[in-house]
C-alpha cells in the first residue's frame, strides 16, 4: 500500500515544523521550497519538561511526500522536549516487518508508541500486545479495527474532505448556471475505508447542489498511475466541467497530462495540500484552483499526545483531565484568496 490518508487537515494541537516531501519520489529541496513552518509555541503548563519518557515510532516507507513529511514531523517535534527520548523503527511497506518492529519497541518497553500502520486491520494485533503490555498506542491516521487497540486515534478527516471538495466545485459549477455537468473524480486506492469515505463525503455535497459525480477511477496514489488514469478520463470524455484528484502527489501525473492534452475548458480541486499544489494555485497557471487539506502536522500532534498521555497528563485547554480518546482533524480549502497562509505548511510532492 503506497500511502494512508489525505487532505491538509488543520492541527488542532500545534503543528510541529512541516517538511519536504509528499507523493512519490521524495526530491531533495528547491529554492521554490517554502521554508520549514515554525514550530508552534507550546500554552500551558504542560510545555514545561516533566518526567523523562521515550516514545517509539513506526510508520510505512517514506516513498511518497505525504508519509516523509508525516516522519520529519514527528521527529522535529520530539526534539523540541528535553524529556522526549525518540524512538523510531525503520520505516517498512512491509506488513510483517512492521509488526516485527513494533514488537522490538515492546520488548524496549517504551512509555508510548506512536503507531502509522501499513494496514491498521493487519496491524491490529500487535497494536493490541503493546497496550497489553502497558504501553499507550497513540494511532495515527489509518485506524485499527478494535479500539482495545489504542489509547487516542488522531488523524484527517476524509469525509470531510470530500465534502470540501464537493462543496467547492458544487458552488462554482451552480454559481455559473452550468446544468447537468460531467464531473470526474480520480481516487487514490479506492479498496482503502479512507478513499471510500472521501468519495461519499463527495458525493454527499455534490447532492446537494443536484449533482453527481460521471466517472470515477483510482490512481493508487502514484505520480504514474495518475499520469495514465488522467490520461484515460481526459480521452474518453470530450467535455468535462470539473475534477477531483483526491491526492496532490499523485496530482503531479494528473497536471502534467492535463497539461500535455492541451485541455483547460474545466477546473480542478487537488486534495491534501502539498507546497507544488499551492504553488500551481497561487500562479493561477493551471486548471487547478484549489486542495482541500489532509495536513501531515497530525504527526507532529501525535507526539505532543504521547508525551502528555505517558507523563499522566491532560490538555491544558480542555476541562478534563484526560487526554481525548479520538481526535479528527479538519479539511480547509486552499485557493488562490488564502494560499499564502498555508504555504508554510506544504510538503513537495
Same mark, same amino acid.
Given at each position: /500500500?503506497?500511502?494512508?490518508?489525505?487532505?491538509? #487537515?488543520?492541527?488542532v494541537?500545534?503543528?510541529?515544523?512541516?517538511?519536504?516531501?509528499?507523493?512519490?519520489? +521524495?526530491?531533495? $529541496?528547491?529554492?521554490?521550497?517554502?521554508?520549514?513552518?515554525?514550530? =508552534?509555541? $507550546?500554552?500551558?503548563?504542560n510545555?514545561?519538561? #516533566?518526567?523523562?519518557?521515550?516514545?517509539? %515510532?513506526?510508520?510505512?516507507?517514506a516513498?511518497?511526500?505525504?508519509?516523509?513529511a508525516?516522519?520529519?514531523?514527528?521527529?522535529?517535534?520530539?526534539?523540541q522536549?528535553?524529556?522526549?527520548?525518540?524512538?523510531?523503527? +525503520?520505516?517498512?511497506?512491509?506488513?510483517n516487518?512492521?509488526?516485527?518492529?513494533?514488537?522490538?519497541?515492546?520488548?524496549a518497553?517504551v512509555?508510548?508508541?506512536?503507531? @502509522?500502520?501499513?494496514?491498521?486491520?493487519? &496491524?491490529?494485533?500487535?497494536a493490541?500486545?503493546?497496550?497489553?503490555a502497558? !504501553?499507550?498506542?497513540?494511532?495515527l491516521?489509518?485506524? %485499527? *479495527?478494535?479500539? &482495545? $487497540?489504542?489509547?487516542?486515534?488522531?488523524?484527517g478527516?476524509?469525509?470531510?474532505?470530500?465534502?470540501a471538495?464537493?462543496?467547492y466545485?458544487?458552488?462554482?459549477?451552480?454559481?455559473? #448556471?452550468?446544468?447537468?455537468?460531467?464531473?470526474?473524480?480520480?481516487?487514490?486506492?479506492?479498496?482503502?475505508p &479512507?478513499?471510500?469515505?472521501?468519495?461519499?463525503?463527495?458525493?454527499?455535497?455534490?447532492?446537494?447542489?443536484?449533482?453527481?459525480?460521471?466517472?470515477?477511477?483510482?490512481?493508487?496514489?502514484?505520480?504514474e498511475? #495518475?499520469?495514465?488514469?488522467?490520461?484515460?478520463?481526459?480521452?474518453?470524455?470530450?467535455? !468535462?466541467?470539473?475534477?477531483?484528484?483526491?491526492?496532490?502527489?499523485?496530482?503531479?501525473?494528473?497536471?502534467a497530462?492535463?497539461?500535455?492534452?492541451?485541455?483547460? +475548458?474545466? %477546473? /480542478?480541486?487537488?486534495?491534501?495540500?502539498?507546497?507544488?499544489?499551492?504553488?500551481?494555485?497561487?500562479?493561477?497557471?493551471?486548471? @487547478?484552483?484549489?486542495t482541500?487539506?489532509?495536513? *501531515?502536522?497530525?504527526?507532529?500532534?501525535? !507526539?505532543?499526545?504521547?508525551?502528555?498521555? =505517558?507523563?499522566g497528563?491532560? /490538555?491544558?485547554d480542555l476541562?478534563e483531565?484526560?487526554? *481525548?480518546?479520538?481526535?479528527?482533524? =479538519?479539511?480547509?480549502?486552499?485557493?488562490? +484568496?488564502?494560499?499564502?497562509?498555508?504555504?508554510?505548511?506544504?510538503?513537495?510532492?
Open positions: /500500500m503506497k500511502r494512508r490518508g489525505f487532505l491538509v #487537515g488543520g492541527a494541537l500545534g503543528a510541529g515544523t512541516l517538511v519536504s516531501a509528499c507523493t512519490s519520489n +521524495e526530491p531533495a $529541496a528547491t529554492a521554490n521550497s517554502p521554508a520549514p513552518a515554525p514550530a =508552534a509555541t $507550546a500554552t500551558g503548563g510545555d514545561q519538561p #516533566g518526567t523523562k519518557v521515550v516514545i517509539g %515510532f513506526s510508520a510505512p516507507a516513498d511518497h511526500g505525504w508519509i516523509a508525516i516522519a520529519k514531523n514527528a521527529e522535529a517535534t520530539a526534539k522536549y528535553p524529556d522526549i527520548e525518540f524512538k523510531p523503527v +525503520e520505516p517498512t511497506n512491509d506488513i516487518a512492521q509488526i516485527s518492529a513494533v514488537e522490538s519497541l515492546i520488548q518497553k512509555n508510548a508508541l506512536v503507531l @502509522l500502520p501499513n494496514d491498521g486491520q493487519q &496491524l491490529n494485533q500487535v493490541l500486545a503493546a497496550t497489553a502497558g !504501553i499507550p498506542v497513540i494511532n491516521d489509518r485506524i %485499527f *479495527p478494535d479500539k &482495545l $487497540a489504542y489509547r487516542t486515534w488522531i488523524g478527516d476524509n469525509y470531510g474532505m470530500g465534502v471538495a464537493g462543496h466545485i458544487g458552488k462554482k459549477l451552480k454559481d455559473k #448556471g452550468v446544468s447537468n455537468p460531467v464531473i470526474v473524480e480520480i481516487q487514490g486506492i479506492a479498496t482503502l &479512507l478513499t471510500q469515505d472521501r468519495s461519499k463525503g463527495f458525493e454527499d455535497a455534490l447532492k446537494t447542489y443536484g449533482f453527481s459525480v460521471t466517472a470515477k477511477q483510482d490512481a493508487q496514489f502514484t505520480v498511475t #495518475g499520469n495514465e488514469v488522467a490520461t484515460s478520463l481526459l480521452q474518453a470524455h470530450k467535455k !468535462i466541467d470539473a475534477m477531483w484528484n483526491h491526492d496532490d502527489d499523485q496530482g503531479v501525473g494528473v497536471l497530462a492535463i497539461k500535455e492534452s492541451g485541455r483547460n +475548458e474545466f %477546473f /480542478m480541486v487537488g486534495g491534501a495540500g502539498s507546497a507544488n499544489a499551492m504553488r500551481e494555485i497561487q500562479a493561477g497557471s493551471s486548471v @487547478l484552483e484549489a482541500v487539506t489532509y495536513s *501531515p502536522t497530525m504527526a507532529s500532534s501525535a !507526539i505532543k499526545l504521547a508525551r502528555l498521555v =505517558a507523563q497528563k491532560g /490538555m491544558t476541562v483531565t484526560q487526554v *481525548p480518546q479520538s481526535i479528527t482533524l =479538519a479539511s480547509e480549502t486552499i485557493t488562490k +484568496e488564502n494560499v499564502e497562509k498555508y504555504l508554510p505548511l506544504g510538503f513537495e510532492s
